[in-house]
């Protein structure tokens, strides 16, 4: 791995490490340039992995697997919980990593360091918590015994929009469960995930049990490794798009599917919202990661009364937030990651105001270097609009206009996607009954984040299977087994 002048500035060298991390072997290479998004400038440049690469990796984990399995849970406990440990203690170098490769605001990149190592935290807990069962039959012919085994080598997927925590919220749980694994991080931000390597190797992580490679070639890597019958589970992050297309790969050897995929969270407020608390939660659920979340408020639908109120508060706190690199400490909204998500974004307000929608602030690409995007909020948008179904990805708020609760439910719900959803309302009865309603796997009430990591992750309808987090998490990497006993 290389990396450019500008970068050994800002994080610490014991984070450095030198590409794929196979079998306990660190194998440097080039082939994948990293970009700082604030500038378009060379980062580093890390290894290429092939396809013999991703064999040698399935290799490796399956070598570990047999220890790793027997190892006992309270040792697989620990070392989970120095690696947590360690990722706190590196917080800052982590935090700027992330801010360097993937633009969010240092801030938001601290924030996700606190959320990425809790997972580490929340799974040394859950892995000497592992349940079983035993129960009567009803014929009394025999007694049920159930016990979890680990499920086998894992293939792991994360996305660049958070590059710590899409890694530790799988391997957490694998690791717990008894599994080896091989992580295949975003090629937009591979950094982060080598430094976790490295503190994972410091914290006891065995050769082999934690395998991560690099590549240009995600499809024809992810297809040699769930072709092989080695493989038996596949946990990915990222858009409802690849999701498919791997669920369809998978199938081919019925390789078990957790998928944490797209968004289109709609935010309600309805008129008896307490003004102040809506707006901060919005901000929250807008602009954490400058809109770059699968959980990031995507349609605001605000009803009549208190419409315009919101809308001018929304427009204030929007326009006041500064923008810059995320590694400037005074950075409030990031660049985005390419450029290409900045055509994106322009492409889906354009066509809005095109309809008739109104920017009361943005609106527009910024056109110094970089690929930055403003602040923006939009009223007087049309509910069919094509920002409406397409997730934003970015710092745009469009408003919507609402008259009663069954016509903000039809519009939420109005949806392929069933991620995340939010309701403001003093109503705490009208709140509940409204997200009994609502199409969703997460519900925020009153509130603009709910990512915990004791609390189950995951999406209904195209969002994604399974969930991540919480106590039943690490059953994700696990298999029931079933004994019929007579004794
Ligand atoms: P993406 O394009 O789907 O990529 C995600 C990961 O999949 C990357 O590592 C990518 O590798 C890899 N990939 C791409 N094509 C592949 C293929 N054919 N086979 C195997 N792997 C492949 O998503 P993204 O743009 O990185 O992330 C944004 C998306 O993730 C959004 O839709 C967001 O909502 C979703 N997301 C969901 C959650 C959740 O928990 N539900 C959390 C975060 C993000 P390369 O980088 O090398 O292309």
Known sequence: MTFHAKFSGYADPALHAAGLYIGGKWQSGSGITVLDPSTGNLLAEVADAAIED?????????????????????????ILRRWYQLMTQHAEELATLIALENGKALADARGEVAYAAEFFRWYAEEATRIPGEFRHTPSGSHNILVDHEPIGIAVLITPWNFPAAMATRKIGPALAAGCTVILKPASETPLTAYAMARLGEEAGVPPGVVNVLTTSNPGGITNAMLADPRVRKLSFTGSTGVGRVLLAEAAKSVVSCSMELGGNAPFIVFDDADLEVALDGAMIAKMRNA???????????????????????????????????GYDPETQCGPMITQ?????????????????????????????????????????????????????????????????????IRLANNTEYGLAAYIYSRDLKRAMKVGKRIETGMLGINRGLMSDPAAPFGGVKQSGLGREGGVTGILEFMEPKYFAVDY
Not at 55 to 68: I, K, L, M, P
Not at 294 to 305: E, I, K, L, W
Not at 365 to 393: D, K, Q
């Open 340 to 408: 290409n998500a900045v055509r994106k974004i322009d492409r889906l307000v354009s066509e809005a105001l095109a309809a008739g929608a109104r920017a009361t602030t943005g609106g527009k690409p910024l056109t110094e270097n970089g690929y930055f995007y403003p602040p923006t909020v939009l009223e007087n948008v049309p509910v069919n609009a094509s920002i409406a179904r397409e997730e934003i990805f970015g710092p745009v708020a469009p408003v919507y206009k609402f008259e009663s609760d069954d016509e903000a």
């Open 54 to 78: 991703a064999q040698r990796a399935v290799d490796a984990a399956d070598a570990a697997a047999a220890g790793w399995r027997a190892t006992p849970a309270r040792q697989r406990s620990e």
């Open 291 to 325: 809109g770059e979340a699968c959980t990031a408020a995507n349609r605001f639908y605000v009803q009549a009364g208190i419409h315009d109120a919101f809308v001018a508060g929304l427009t204030a706190r929007m326009k006041s937030l500064k923008i810059g690199p």
